[in-house]
Protein backbone atom coordinates (compact mmCIF):
# COMPACT_ATOMS: atom_id res chain seq x y z
CA UNK A 1 0.00 0.00 0.00
CA UNK A 2 1.01 3.50 -0.76
CA UNK A 3 0.39 6.86 1.00
CA UNK A 4 0.73 10.00 -0.85
CA UNK A 5 0.53 13.21 1.35
CA UNK A 6 0.42 16.53 -0.73
CA UNK A 7 1.50 20.23 0.60
CA UNK A 8 2.09 23.74 -0.59
CA UNK A 9 -0.80 24.71 -2.11
CA UNK A 10 -2.40 28.23 -0.59
CA UNK A 11 -3.17 31.54 -2.33
CA UNK A 12 -1.40 33.45 -4.34
CA UNK A 13 -1.63 36.20 -7.15
CA UNK A 14 -1.52 35.85 -10.84
CA UNK A 15 1.57 35.34 -12.03
CA UNK A 16 3.18 34.08 -9.18
CA UNK A 17 4.93 30.77 -8.50
CA UNK A 18 3.94 27.77 -6.10
CA UNK A 19 5.61 24.27 -5.34
CA UNK A 20 3.71 21.39 -4.60
CA UNK A 21 5.11 18.32 -2.65
CA UNK A 22 3.89 14.98 -2.67
CA UNK A 23 5.64 12.18 0.20
CA UNK A 24 5.10 8.74 -0.53
CA UNK A 25 5.36 5.99 2.15
CA UNK A 26 5.13 2.44 1.54
CA UNK A 27 7.00 2.21 -1.47
CA UNK A 28 9.59 3.73 -3.68
CA UNK A 29 8.74 6.26 -5.75
CA UNK A 30 11.57 5.33 -8.19
CA UNK A 31 9.28 2.42 -8.79
CA UNK A 32 6.16 4.38 -9.37
CA UNK A 33 4.86 6.59 -12.09
CA UNK A 34 3.72 9.56 -10.34
CA UNK A 35 1.13 12.25 -11.96
CA UNK A 36 -0.19 15.35 -10.39
CA UNK A 37 -4.44 16.08 -11.40
CA UNK A 38 -6.51 18.58 -10.33
CA UNK A 39 -10.06 19.70 -10.29
CA UNK A 40 -11.80 22.83 -10.22
CA UNK A 41 -15.32 23.69 -8.20
CA UNK A 42 -17.85 21.71 -10.10
CA UNK A 43 -15.37 20.35 -12.94
CA UNK A 44 -14.12 16.48 -13.33
CA UNK A 45 -10.41 16.29 -12.16
CA UNK A 46 -8.24 16.69 -15.31
CA UNK A 47 -4.64 16.25 -15.86
CA UNK A 48 -1.72 18.35 -15.00
CA UNK A 49 1.38 16.42 -15.33
CA UNK A 50 2.99 12.74 -15.11
CA UNK A 51 6.51 11.21 -14.92
CA UNK A 52 7.38 8.22 -15.76
CA UNK A 53 8.74 5.23 -13.86
CA UNK A 54 12.60 5.76 -14.80
CA UNK A 55 12.01 9.94 -14.41
CA UNK A 56 13.14 10.17 -17.85
CA UNK A 57 9.90 11.23 -19.48
CA UNK A 58 7.25 13.76 -19.05
CA UNK A 59 4.15 14.81 -20.11
CA UNK A 60 2.10 17.97 -19.83
CA UNK A 61 -1.53 19.32 -20.28
CA UNK A 62 -1.16 21.62 -23.27
CA UNK A 63 -3.13 24.30 -20.80
CA UNK A 64 0.37 24.32 -18.23
CA UNK A 65 3.23 23.16 -20.73
CA UNK A 66 6.18 25.88 -20.51
CA UNK A 67 4.65 26.87 -16.98
CA UNK A 68 4.41 23.98 -15.11
CA UNK A 69 7.36 21.03 -14.06
CA UNK A 70 6.96 17.86 -12.40
CA UNK A 71 10.45 16.32 -10.64
CA UNK A 72 11.24 13.87 -8.12
CA UNK A 73 13.65 13.16 -5.41
CA UNK A 74 14.88 9.82 -5.01
CA UNK A 75 16.05 10.05 -1.82
CA UNK A 76 13.06 12.30 -0.06
CA UNK A 77 10.96 10.10 -1.36
CA UNK A 78 8.68 13.12 -2.97
CA UNK A 79 7.04 14.30 -6.49
CA UNK A 80 7.05 17.93 -6.98
CA UNK A 81 5.21 20.03 -9.07
CA UNK A 82 6.70 23.62 -9.90
CA UNK A 83 4.37 26.14 -10.61
CA UNK A 84 5.03 29.51 -11.99
CA UNK A 85 3.06 32.48 -13.79
CA UNK A 86 0.40 30.79 -11.79
CA UNK A 87 -3.75 32.12 -13.39
CA UNK A 88 -6.60 32.59 -12.04
CA UNK A 89 -7.37 29.23 -14.27
CA UNK A 90 -5.09 27.19 -12.56
CA UNK A 91 -7.52 27.41 -9.25
CA UNK A 92 -8.31 24.07 -8.38
CA UNK A 93 -7.18 21.41 -5.48
CA UNK A 94 -4.45 19.41 -6.65
CA UNK A 95 -4.02 15.85 -6.61
CA UNK A 96 -0.47 13.67 -6.24
CA UNK A 97 -1.42 9.70 -8.01
CA UNK A 98 0.91 7.04 -8.52
CA UNK A 99 1.19 3.65 -10.24
CA UNK A 100 2.96 1.05 -12.57
CA UNK A 101 1.82 3.39 -15.41
CA UNK A 102 2.84 6.58 -16.79
CA UNK A 103 -0.31 8.10 -17.82
CA UNK A 104 -2.35 11.14 -18.03
CA UNK A 105 -5.65 8.99 -17.68
CA UNK A 106 -6.41 9.26 -14.50
CA UNK A 107 -8.47 5.71 -13.79
CA UNK A 108 -4.75 4.21 -14.68
CA UNK A 109 -3.60 5.31 -11.41
CA UNK A 110 -4.02 2.93 -8.28
CA UNK A 111 -3.02 5.55 -5.30
CA UNK A 112 -4.15 9.04 -4.72
CA UNK A 113 -2.95 11.61 -1.97
CA UNK A 114 -5.82 13.73 -0.29
CA UNK A 115 -5.49 16.82 -2.55
CA UNK A 116 -4.23 20.22 -1.65
CA UNK A 117 -5.96 24.00 -2.90
CA UNK A 118 -4.54 26.10 -5.21
CA UNK A 119 -5.89 29.76 -5.57
CA UNK A 120 -5.02 32.43 -7.78
CA UNK A 121 -6.45 36.09 -7.28
CA UNK A 122 -6.55 37.67 -10.41
Known amino acids: QVQLVESGGGLVQAGDSLRLSCVASGRTLSTLGMGWFRQALGKEREFVAA????????RYAESVKGRFTISRDNAKNTVYLSMNNLKPEDTAVYYC???????????????WGQGTQVTVSS
Open 51 to 58: LSLDGDST
Open 97 to 111: AAGNVFSIVKRTYDY
